[in-house]
């Protein structure tokens, strides 16, 4: 089993949900933590106890330039990096003919190439390590869902990378992995960019409902702990993924349905002259 015990690990957008969860149960767990959002003093200010095994950072993970400085805050106070965990992440909610192509872009550059540019510098010293490389993909990773094009996409994007990164890298010691949370509490709704760019501002589920963050991090973490290759988490998720595999055709069905019953769905645009 691989210890989180002093090993520096390196987590993307964790002042809330699952990346907050992450690194409270990775210093809980042993390791120093480093940890990076666009706005330091929320990230701060989501950790009471700031102490010598905690590093801040400012970064928007869309630019590269900020992904090359957080690696190397981190290695320039620990002198290595073990584990990244790519997690920092935006979604949408639009249907693709309303949503403008910046849309699409943002969460390119935010979750695909967020990823591609923590992976790129922190690799080196992870290889060195026989660390571990994360990404914090969805069940989206896998099935495509409506009113989320360029979310899936991403997610596609960044399974595809991980996949053939770990291939590369299958016989140095170092782990790839991705996991797919099902549906988490957290903010990520809330943010989830509109068809014009802005945060919708709401959640159409009800988050108290959904898996914790807590847990899903504890499960995040048991799996790089146990050299996992991926983990698809909830029930509902790993029917979704199941299905698609078998029953494509109906998976489309039952997938256009599900997301029909959202509150204000904008597939209803489509209801009125269905045919
Ligand atoms: N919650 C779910 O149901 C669910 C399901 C499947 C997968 N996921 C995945 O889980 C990951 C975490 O999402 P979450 O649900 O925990 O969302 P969240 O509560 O909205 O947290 C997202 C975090 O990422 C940061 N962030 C956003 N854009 C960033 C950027 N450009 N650069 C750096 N940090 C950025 C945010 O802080 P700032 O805004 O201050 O930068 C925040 O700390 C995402 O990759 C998401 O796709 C979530």
């Given at each position: 089993m691989y210890s989180l015990k002093d090993k520096v690990v390196a987590i993307t957008g964790a002042s809330s949900g699952i990346g907050h969860a992450l690194a409270i149960e990775s210093l809980n767990r042993g390791a120093k933590?480093?940890?990076?959002?666009?706005?330091?003093?929320?990230?701060?200010?989501?950790?009471?106890?700031?102490?010598?095994?905690?590093?801040?950072?400012?970064?928007?993970?869309?630019?590269?330039?900020d992904c090359e400085q957080f690696i190397e805050s981190i290695i320039g106070k620990w002198g290595r990096v073990d584990?990244?965990?790519?997690?920092?992440?935006?979604?949408?909610?639009?249907?693709?003919?309303?949503?403008?192509?910046?849309?699409?872009?943002?969460?390119?550059?935010?979750?695909?190439?967020?990823?591609?540019?923590?992976?790129?510098?922190?690799?080196?010293?992870?290889?060195?390590?026989?660390?571990?490389?994360?990404?914090?993909?969805?069940i989206a990773g896998y099935r495509g869902l409506p009113a989320r094009t360029g979310y899936s996409a991403s997610k596609f994007a960044v399974q595809g990378f991980l996949e053939a990164l770990r291939t590369e890298l299958l016989h140095t010691g170092t782990n790839v992995m991705w996991v797919s949370p099902g549906f988490t509490?957290?903010?990520?709704?809330?943010?989830?960019?509109?068809?014009?760019?802005?945060?919708?501002?709401?959640?159409?589920?009800?988050?108290?409902?959904?898996?914790?963050?807590?847990?899903?991090?504890?499960?995040?973490?048991?799996?790089?702990?146990?050299?996992?290759?991926?983990?698809?988490?909830?029930?509902?998720?790993?029917?979704?993924?199941?299905m698609n595999k078998l029953f494509a055709g109906l998976a489309d069905k039952l997938v256009y349905n599900h997301f029909l019953k959202e509150p204000n769905s904008p597939l209803a645009k489509y209801e009125a002259n269905r045919g």
């Amino acid at each position: 089993m691989y210890s989180l015990k002093d090993k520096v690990v390196a987590i993307t957008g964790a002042s809330s949900g699952i990346g907050h969860a992450l690194a409270i149960e990775s210093l809980n767990r042993g390791a120093k933590v480093a940890v990076c959002a666009r706005n330091l003093e929320k990230l701060k200010a989501a950790f009471p106890q700031h102490n010598e095994n905690i590093l801040f950072a400012a970064a928007d993970v869309g630019r590269e330039h900020d992904c090359e400085q957080f690696i190397e805050s981190i290695i320039g106070k620990w002198g290595r990096v073990d584990v990244l965990l790519n997690n920092a992440g935006i979604t949408m909610r639009a249907l693709f003919e309303d949503a403008d192509l910046s849309v699409i872009k943002e969460l390119m550059d935010i979750n695909f190439w967020g990823t591609v540019y923590c992976t790129k510098y922190a690799l080196p010293s992870i290889r060195s390590n026989k660390g571990v490389i994360v990404g914090v993909s969805s069940i989206a990773g896998y099935r495509g869902l409506p009113a989320r094009t360029g979310y899936s996409a991403s997610k596609f994007a960044v399974q595809g990378f991980l996949e053939a990164l770990r291939t590369e890298l299958l016989h140095t010691g170092t782990n790839v992995m991705w996991v797919s949370p099902g549906f988490t509490s957290s903010n990520i709704r809330n943010v989830a960019r509109s068809a014009n760019g802005t945060a919708q501002g709401e959640t159409p589920l009800d988050e108290g409902k959904l898996m914790s963050a807590e847990i899903c991090a504890g499960i995040i973490l048991n799996a790089v702990q146990n050299g996992k290759r991926s983990v698809v988490m909830t029930g509902q998720g790993k029917l979704t993924v199941w299905m698609n595999k078998l029953f494509a055709g109906l998976a489309d069905k039952l997938v256009y349905n599900h997301f029909l019953k959202e509150p204000n769905s904008p597939l209803a645009k489509y209801e009125a002259n269905r045919g």
